[in-house]
């Protein structure tokens, strides 16, 4: 049984995982994130990438569920990894996205077998970021704040120098008709304190997931995502005031107000 495209588009913690570590595989799927990406890129030495693609073959072939980063299409690995994820009917993490012409050639030849998520982590993909949105086959955007930042020369963790690009990933999803973005990684993995301050700003901007470095953030970041128990409480209300032009706790409520409403009490199901 392969991931399902809506656990793909609904999922709020995505959690990294080695591919040439396959004893931490069945770990990160225990850990309770709603979507484990095994990753044939950066987190695999140019030496490992063929025992890390046979390993992720070997454990989606017996039946595990998860998202494959794989390597970007200049390098010589990229067709390899490629045509293992569509065999195996995974999604693919399509690293450094920024060409929708390539991004678009790449979904012909998974042919539907794999849903596309672009990890937009360059200034040309941030640019570009609608059009990537509008191919055929994309499901989600995801953000790479770590090698964006690197290029632009300014922290990765700086909130304000990075706003304008994730503020684009999540304009061009809803344009494109997607589900919100995923926001990118905090690599202070035992630092609560701070996961919980990048999730409030990211989902303040829009995005409703984010991707994991280690098991210890899935919990806060699935908590942090869901809707608390005052929005909760309000989406009900606004529900129960009807389709008409109502008030509710004094502030007018029409389509919009009601949209958002069901938004927010669909999200309970994810």
Not at 45 to 61: F, M, Q, T, V, Y
Not at 125 to 137: F, N, P, T
Not at 157 to 162: E, Y
């Given at each position: 049984m392969?991931?399902s495209r809506?656990?793909?588009?609904?999922?709020?913690?995505?959690?990294?995982?080695?591919g040439d570590?396959?004893?931490?595989?069945?770990?990160?799927?225990?850990?309770?994130?709603?979507?484990?990406?095994?990753?044939?890129?950066?987190?695999?030495a140019a030496?490992?990438?063929?025992?890390?693609?046979?390993?992720?073959?070997?454990?989606?072939?017996?039946?595990?569920?998860?998202?494959?980063?794989?390597?970007?299409?200049?390098?010589?690995?990229?067709?390899?990894?490629?045509?293992?994820?569509?065999?195996?009917?995974?999604?693919?993490?399509?690293?450094?996205?920024?060409?929708p012409?390539?991004?678009?050639?790449?979904?012909?030849?998974?042919?539907?077998?794999?849903?596309?998520?672009?990890?937009?982590?360059?200034?040309?993909?941030?640019?570009?970021?609608?059009?990537?949105?509008?191919?055929?086959?994309?499901?989600?955007?995801?953000?790479?704040?770590?090698?964006?930042a690197?290029?632009?020369?300014?922290?990765?963790?700086?909130?304000?120098?990075?706003?304008?690009?994730?503020?684009?990933?999540?304009s061009?999803?809803?344009?494109?008709?997607?589900?919100?973005?995923?926001?990118?990684?905090?690599?202070?993995?035992?630092?609560?304190?701070?996961?919980?301050?990048?999730?409030?700003?990211?989902?303040?901007?829009?995005?409703?997931?984010?991707?994991?470095?280690?098991?210890?953030q899935?919990?806060?970041?699935?908590?942090r995502?869901?809707?608390?128990?005052?929005?909760?409480?309000?989406?009900?209300?606004?529900?129960?005031?009807?389709?008409?032009?109502?008030?509710?706790?004094?502030q007018?409520?029409?389509?919009?107000?009601?949209?958002?409403?069901?938004?927010?009490?669909?999200?309970?199901?994810?």
């Amino acid at each position: 049984m392969t991931l399902s495209r809506s656990r793909v588009e609904t999922s709020r913690s995505w959690l990294f995982v080695p591919g040439d570590r396959p004893d931490r595989f069945a770990k990160a799927v225990a850990s309770g994130a709603g979507v484990v990406i095994i990753d044939l890129e950066d987190a695999v030495a140019a030496p490992d990438k063929e025992r890390a693609r046979d390993h992720a073959a070997a454990w989606l072939g017996a039946g595990g569920n998860a998202v494959v980063r794989i390597n970007p299409l200049e390098t010589r690995w990229h067709e390899d990894d490629l045509r293992m994820a569509c065999r195996q009917g995974a999604p693919v993490m399509v690293p450094k996205a920024e060409d929708p012409a390539a991004l678009a050639e790449l979904a012909c030849r998974a042919a539907g077998r794999s849903p596309l998520v672009p990890l937009v982590e360059t200034a040309a993909g941030v640019e570009r970021a609608a059009e990537l949105a509008a191919v055929a086959g994309v499901v989600r955007l995801a953000f790479g704040n770590m090698d964006l930042a690197a290029q632009l020369g300014v922290a990765p963790d700086d909130h304000m120098a990075l706003t304008y690009a994730r503020s684009r990933l999540v304009s061009a999803s809803a344009a494109a008709g997607l589900c919100p973005p995923v926001d990118g990684v905090t690599t202070s993995v035992r630092d609560t304190e701070l996961l919980t301050v990048d999730v409030v700003h990211a989902r303040r901007l829009g995005f409703t997931g984010k991707l994991c470095v280690h098991p210890g953030q899935v919990a806060t970041v699935a908590a942090r995502f869901a809707p608390s128990e005052g929005e909760v409480r309000w989406a009900r209300t606004v529900a129960e005031a009807g389709d008409s032009v109502s008030a509710v706790d004094g502030q007018m409520v029409d389509k919009p107000v009601r949209e958002r409403a069901r938004r927010i009490l669909a999200s309970l199901t994810e």
